[in-house]
Each structure stands twice: as C-alpha cells, then as structure tokens.
C-alpha cells in the first residue's frame, strides 16, 4: 500500500525548533517529489516547501523563507521539515503529500500523509 | 504569486442535487489545476488533476471544466459521503496556492 507517515509533532515554545519527519513505503520514494502542506486550525490549506525525488530542487512558500528546511534521505525514505525560528502562526497540522514523478517539474498531490500537530505555545 | 478565489465559500445542497462549485485564479495557470475533497479530522483526497482528469478510484459524479482562470467542479448527484470541503489548487507557477475551500453542506 502506498502510505506517507508524518510524526514529530508536539508542543514547542516561540522561537524553538522542530524537526518532522514523513517515513514513505510502498512506492519508489526516490521517483517522486515530495510536498509539505499545513493546515491552522480551522482555515484552509497551505503549501509550504517542495523537494523534486533527487532532492536537487526545493522551493518554499515567503512566509517559511530562511526559517524552514526541506530535506530527505533516499537510502531510508523519509523526508523531513527542519523548522526554526517558530511563531504562534506557525500552529497548523502539517501534511506530507506526494508530488509528481521524476520528469515533471510541477503536479497535484496524490498521496497525502494524516498528519502531524505543530503547536507553537509558550 | 497566482490568488486562487473560490465561491461560494459554503452551500447548502440536498442528497441527490447536483452541486457546481467554482474556482478562479488571479492569472492563468493553463489546466494545472486540481480539486481536493477533505472530509472532518481527513487528510485532503485528490479529486481532479489537469482541470479535467479524474485521480484513481474517484466516481465519475465527480467531474472538472475550465482553463485559464475560470474551473468548476461538478458533483452530478450528491450523495452522503460528498459533504466536505473542497480545495482547488494550482499548480502552474511558484508558490504553489490553494483555494480557500468550499463546504458543501446538507441542505
């Protein structure tokens, strides 16, 4: 079955770090770009960053610019999301969700994880 | 970056309805566009790709028109499991940008 499974989520204080993590399986990890997408609680959906399957191209959305970074480790098939510097906003529940094939520079998100809470909290 | 508008932001349709939901974006994004359903306590589920392309498993009730800036999604007969919110989403130019959703509620 083709899955994405996001943890390390919890309560951190204002200006604290967090790392996530998306442990993928069932499908050829390296083949695809991978998404994170966040969610406050209550509104609507977020784009955050991109990774393209090889890792060499990532892009992020203004508001995580120099604060956040996207990465993954192909040999253990796992993504992750470094969050620094966090603020009260930054609240959200945060999805990976899977991109297009390697070859296609953009596409919709067919696969998503369920989720990880990120409460930024003093 | 591209402002994705949906409307209406809720609407109130009876089982059976058909239910037209709309989604415009600031500039063109050609056909890269798609359609999420998300239920309560969900993660989102792509509905639509390219504008028009139904993803795997999805009910042929659930069919997508538009390119440029103007789409909608159609639902041609709601059933009970369809009451959700809906994001669309472009995918055309960064950053990618979501919709603020539509929940199609039971009338």
């Known amino acids: 079955e083709v899955q994405l499974l996001e943890s390390g989520g919890g309560l951190v204080q204002p200006g604290g770090s967090l790392r996530l993590s998306c442990a993928a399986s069932g499908f050829t990890f390296s083949s695809y770009a991978i998404n994170w997408v966040r969610q406050a609680p209550g509104k609507g959906l977020e784009w955050v960053s991109f990774?393209?399957?090889?890792?060499?191209?990532?892009y992020y959305a203004d508001f995580v610019k120099g604060r956040f970074t996207i990465s993954r480790d192909n040999s253990k098939n796992i993504l992750y999301l470094q969050m620094n510097s966090l603020t009260a906003e930054d609240t959200a529940i945060y999805y990976c969700a899977r991109g297009p094939p390697v070859g296609i520079a953009m596409g919709a998100f067919d696969i998503w994880g369920q989720g990880t809470m990120v409460t930024v909290s003093s | 970056e591209i402002v994705m508008t949906q409307s209406p932001a809720t609407m109130s349709v009876s089982p059976g309805e058909r239910a037209t939901l709309s989604c415009r974006a600031s500039?063109?994004?050609?056909?890269?566009l798609a359609w999420y359903q998300q239920k309560p306590g969900q993660a989102p589920r792509l509905l639509i790709y390219?504008?028009?392309t139904r993803a795997t498993g999805i009910p042929a009730r659930f069919s997508g028109s538009g390119s440029g800036t103007e789409f909608t999604l159609t639902i041609s007969s709601l059933q009970s499991e369809d009451f959700a919110v809906y994001y669309c989403q472009q995918y055309n130019n960064w950053p990618l940008t979501f919709g603020g959703g539509t929940r199609v509620e039971i009338k």
């Open positions: 390219g504008a028009s």
């Open positions: 500039q063109s994004v050609s056909s890269n």
């Open positions: 990774i393209s399957g090889t890792g060499g191209s990532t």
